[in-house]
Structure formats: C-alpha cells, structure tokens
C-alpha cells in the first residue's frame, strides 16, 4: 500500500459545527504525530486547539499536504473553498481527501495539480486492482470490530485495541476500511467503494498473511442488521477471517439509525449470526466481547446495564472511552497463547 | 432503464468451445425474437444452428447491434477479433458486450464508434447513479432465486418461472443481474460490479414498486456459502425484498465451485438462513422450492434425491429443464391469492 504524505495541515474549511470534524479530530486524537497545524477559513467557529497556519507556514515546517478534515454538506466540496485548495497546491501541498465526490473530477484542481506537479489522493477511490476472495487460511491473527449498526464505535474500538495490544510489548497492525481511518493509519481500503465483487477479496488483501504472533485489528463497516449495507459487512467478514471479533453496540438505540422502520437485533442473535456467518471461512471464529457506547447513560445506568449483560452472555462488556479495552486484550491472549 | 438496441447479430469470434458461447446459446433459447443471425470467423467451429449473416447482411435485415455472444478466455478482446467489430461498426451496428474489460477502453473501437456516431454498451459496467438501500416494503410481489453456489441454475430458473407465469396469463417481469440475463431482457443491472455500498439500493431500484398482482422474478447471483460473493448475494436479497425464493442446487456437488476447501450446505440449513438474512427487510420471506441441476443423475438416483428431499423439507422438488417449474408456480399462486 502506498503511503499517504504526511504530515498534514488539517483543514476545517467555514464550518461552525464540530459533528462536520470528525476526521480532523480523528487525526488529532489518534496520529497526533501527522499533523502539523490546522488551517480554517475566518467564518469557522470551530478548532481542533492546534496551531493555526497558513499552507505555506505549514509547508516550510514540513508539511506535505492539507487533508481535508470536514465533511462538506451534502458531500461535494463547495465552490467557495476552491481557491483555498488551489493556494495549498501553490504553497507546496499535495491534497487529501475522503469524499464522494473526487478531487481529481474537478477541473480547476486538477489543471491546477497537473501544472505544479502535485497529487490529489482521493483516498475514498481505490486505486488497487483486487482479486475475488479465496477463502483460504493464512498465517497471523485477526480481530474485527463489527456492529449492531453504523457508527457505533468500530473505528474507535480497533484503533483502541491496536494502541493497546502494542503499548503492552505486543505486535499488532489497525487496518482501516473507511475514509478516516484510512487517514489516520496512512493507508488502507475504502471497502465500501470497492466494486461488490471484489468486498472480500480486498478485505483478504488488506490484512495478507503475517508471523504467528502478529494481530491485524481490522476496522469493521455497517451491520448484518443494516438494510443498505448488510452485503459491505458480510464480504469484510469472509475476508477478514477474524479469529476473534467485538461487537460494537449502543444500548439506547432501539432501531437501526435512520432506519425507524428496522428494529435493533438481540444481543444473542446477533452474536450468533456473526460466528455463523463468520464460520465459513474461519471455523475458529469467537466473540471478544461487546464494546459500548454509553456516552448517553448515567453512570449508574451504564453499570447496572454492563452487569446485566455481561452476565446474560457469558462476555466482557467495556466502553473504551471509559473502561479502556484490557477486556478485550485479555480475550487476544487466549488465542495466542 | 435504456433498452439495449435488439435485434442482434451475435458474433461467436473464433470460438471451438460451446461452453464458452454460454451467452449466445442463452439469447438464442430465452429471446429467439432479439435474434437475426449469427456471424463467426473461419476459425470458429461453435454453431448455433442460425443463419449466418455478414454484419451488413444482418443490418440490411434490420439489426441493430452485433453482440458478443462469447467469453474470450481471460476476458479481454483479443487483437484478433479488432478489425472484425470495426467492420460490425462500419456496416451501421452497435456493439454489445458483458466483459470486465469495457470496449470503450480499446482506444480503437472508441474512435470508430465516435467517428461513425455509433454507440459501445458495456452492459456489466451500470451507468445508473444508484442510492442507497431503503429497506422500506414497496407494492407488488417478488421472487428471488438463490443458491447453494454459483453457477447451478439461478437464470434459467428465473427465466422459465417469468415466462411460465406471464403463458399460465399472470403478470411478471423477469429482472436480469447479470450479463448474460441482462441481454436478454435487454436491460439490468450488473450487480456484482456495483460499488459495494449500492447493492441493495440497486436491487431495490431494479425491482421497484408495481401493481399488487405482478411479480419481479429476479436472478440472484453468488451465494451466502461463497467465500468471495457472499456480500453480493446478501446486499442483493436485502434489496429484492422477496416474498418467496427458489433455492437452486446441484445434488452432485460436494464442495464449492473452484472452493474445494468449502463444503456445501445442508439444505435445510441453507433454506433457514436465507429467510433469517431476508427477514430483515420482508418478514414474510419464504421457499418456494429447490431447483435442481440434475443432468448429472441417472434417472433412477434423481428420482430418489428428489423424493427423499421434497420429503425431508416439505418442499417441491424439480428440475426445471425435466419438470418445468409448474411446483413453484403453485407457491405463487398461493402468495397471490
């Protein structure tokens, strides 16, 4: 995988609503060490607390290109950041970015990046020709997160145990699927932009074989019990070939999000349709644990419910944010041992 | 959707081998009224037992396109089929094909067809910007054809049901999901080369609302027990939203096609898990039945399967080639009723 040019300068764009942010919080919290500085419009109302500066400041520190860390509304950049991006171009910078739409489709960058000798890395597109799935074993260890739903925790959960298992002596590698998660490791797949023959063989390139000893913590996507996204799930989970997952989960959600009309599945079921399923290219596959969100909870709330639960399944249950994942981790040295 | 421009003049290149004419044969069996002829090179040894026609012969006859009606092995064109559809270009045809490789990328082809004002449909490649999933139930019923593997039937089962249905004076319309299918009805969508977060927002725009007594008899593709395509056979039934499924298979099959590492499921189990995945979005999901590719039996040993079967599953049984579909048809009527 070719790596994305960091260090950045993390671009907030005129956004005045911190939920637009996550990518560049994302990348402040978890690759503190990729970025240099962020960079805002004089509309913005929101800041990351980094250094503000300006492409060329940032380029004479070191920088090698501005990442875009803001979803733009409706998901296609607005015409009034474009002499933004063009200046960063001039200061030196090549572009990153997770969206939809490609840098690369919009002449006035690309003209723009062809005269100066840059790259616009759209990191959403892969640019990797893959392979159909073999379903064959191969060496190393592997752990997904998987959901009950969408944006639950996945990436924060792997990225969390990845930072852990090594922080404790041990060799591990996150392996991300998605836009931000793809930024803050500096490479990875965009497994739900890949062509849908082509899911769980881009899973298996993602995470090759590797030593005994090396886990892959792969970031999962969607869920079984997603109506438009079940299939994404189901082919990273064949191509994963976990050996152990956790199941992400927030306990006060009662439907799917954005989907009122499809109900929450039982914790048991759901547990059990992903060793099922999971199965078929793994035989060995097993639970971690579940790893909430409880950021809506009281406290006691959260421990009477994670009592409960744990109990009920016979499993660790944490909210990393709270709990941390040592739960998990203790689940990750059974298998290797 | 675009109709693709029929009647056809369907080019077999220089083709020795039947198996690799799967699409000709196809057009010729289910959509003889798309037909005009057939042209092959000198080389070619493969019949289908039309009359052959020169490309200017056919389009003096009315033909609309050649259509390629074979697999070059390894799927690409190769060089020695160019100057045949260049000359298919000049004697006033478009040209049809369903290869991964897309002929508007061979730089000759393109600059024929911009030149004389003709058009290259890559019918694997969808030009439709699909959305997401929705999950929400729409008017009308639906029957999806499944499978314990691929390539065991789940065309030609569709195809013989639709076309049954609509002679019995009922309403359906058969939905192609591959290339072969896709030239038949003259339009589709290929859903395996759909980006992957769109599988089953293609599959619902490719089955959409209708009239309470019509059915979509839709081909399905892959299977929940294939290591590679198992998140396209979900994404695909999540979408389809199918009131009854035809699980098709193939008695003599131990393993997976090309997948000697991944045995075939109990049939049993299959059934139970295509209806627990498919409830997601249509609670009241059912089997219609098995269909079988029985052309390896004798006639004694796939009486036997078919009783002892139908028996263990309280389920038809048949072979649509040997026994038509008239058993599934029954399931229909009652889901009609």
Same mark, same amino acid.
């Given at each position: 995988?070719?790596?994305?040019?960091?260090?950045?300068?993390?671009?907030?764009?005129?956004?005045?609503?911190?939920?637009?942010?996550?990518?560049?919080?994302?990348?402040?919290?978890?690759?503190?060490?990729?970025?240099?500085?962020?960079?805002?419009?004089?509309?913005?109302?929101?800041?990351?607390?980094?250094?503000?500066?300006?492409?060329?400041?940032?380029?004479?520190?070191?920088?090698?290109?501005?990442?875009?860390?803001?979803?733009?509304?409706?998901g296609a950049i607005p015409a009034h950041w474009l002499s933004e991006l063009v200046a960063?171009?001039?200061?030196?910078?090549?572009?990153?970015?997770?969206?939809?739409?490609?840098?690369?489709?919009?002449?006035?960058?690309?003209?723009?990046?062809?005269?100066?000798?840059?790259?616009?890395?759209?990191?959403?597109?892969?640019?990797?020709? *893959?392979?159909?799935?073999?379903?064959l074993p191969r060496m190393g260890k592997r752990l997904l997160t998987v959901g009950t739903?969408?944006?639950?925790?996945?990436?924060?959960?792997?990225?969390?145990?990845?930072?852990?298992?090594?922080?404790?002596?041990?060799?591990?590698? *996150?392996?991300?699927?998605?836009?931000?998660?793809?930024?803050?490791?500096?490479?990875?797949?965009?497994?739900?932009?890949?062509?849908?023959?082509?899911?769980?063989?881009?899973?298996?390139?993602?995470?090759?074989?590797?030593?005994?000893?090396?886990?892959?913590?792969?970031?999962?996507?969607?869920?079984?019990?997603?109506?438009?996204?079940?299939?994404?799930?189901?082919g990273l989970l064949h191509g994963a070939q976990p050996d152990l997952f956790v199941l992400?989960?927030?306990?006060?959600?009662?439907?799917?999000?954005?989907?009122?009309?499809?109900?929450?599945?039982?914790?048991?079921?759901?547990?059990?349709?992903?060793?099922?399923?999971?199965?078929?290219?793994?035989?060995?596959?097993?639970?971690?644990?579940?790893?909430?969100?409880?950021?809506?909870?009281?406290?006691?709330?959260?421990?009477?419910?994670?009592?409960?639960?744990?109990?009920?399944?016979?499993?660790?249950?944490?909210?990393?944010?709270?709990?941390?994942?040592?739960?998990?981790?203790?689940?990750?040295?059974?298998?290797?041992?």
């Amino acid at each position: 995988m070719t790596d994305l040019p960091s260090p950045y300068l993390l671009f907030l764009g005129d956004t005045r609503n911190e939920t637009y942010a996550k990518t560049a919080f994302g990348l402040r919290d978890w690759a503190p060490e990729t970025v240099i500085g962020e960079y805002a419009m004089p509309e913005a109302t929101v800041t990351l607390g980094l250094e503000r500066l300006t492409p060329a400041e940032a380029a004479s520190r070191g920088a090698r290109a501005l990442l875009l860390g803001i979803a733009p509304v409706g998901g296609a950049i607005p015409a009034h950041w474009l002499s933004e991006l063009v200046a960063a171009l001039e200061a030196g910078l090549d572009i990153v970015a997770g969206l939809h739409q490609r840098l690369a489709d919009i002449p006035e960058l690309a003209a723009t990046a062809r005269r100066l000798g840059r790259t616009l890395h759209d990191v959403r597109h892969p640019t990797v020709s *893959f392979s159909t799935g073999t379903g064959l074993p191969r060496m190393g260890k592997r752990l997904l997160t998987v959901g009950t739903d969408c944006a639950l925790g996945k990436k924060y959960t792997a990225l969390a145990i990845a930072k852990r298992w090594r922080a404790l002596g041990g060799n591990a590698d *996150f392996r991300a699927t998605g836009q931000t998660g793809i930024m803050i490791a500096g490479h990875g797949v965009a497994i739900d932009a890949v062509v849908a023959d082509f899911i769980a063989g881009a899973a298996e390139w993602l995470s090759p074989a590797n030593s005994a000893d090396h886990w892959d913590i792969i970031e999962g996507q969607g869920s079984l019990y997603h109506p438009a996204f079940a299939g994404v799930t189901l082919g990273l989970l064949h191509g994963a070939q976990p050996d152990l997952f956790v199941l992400c989960h927030d306990p006060t959600r009662g439907t799917i999000y954005g989907y009122p009309h499809i109900p929450m599945p039982d914790l048991a079921d759901a547990i059990a349709l992903y060793e099922q399923l999971g199965r078929l290219t793994n035989p060995a596959i097993a639970c971690a644990g579940i790893s909430i969100n409880s950021s809506k909870m009281s406290d006691p709330e959260r421990q009477d419910w994670m009592a409960r639960t744990s109990d009920r399944l016979g499993l660790p249950v944490a909210d990393p944010l709270r709990d941390g994942v040592d739960a998990f981790i203790q689940r990750m040295q059974t298998v290797t041992a």
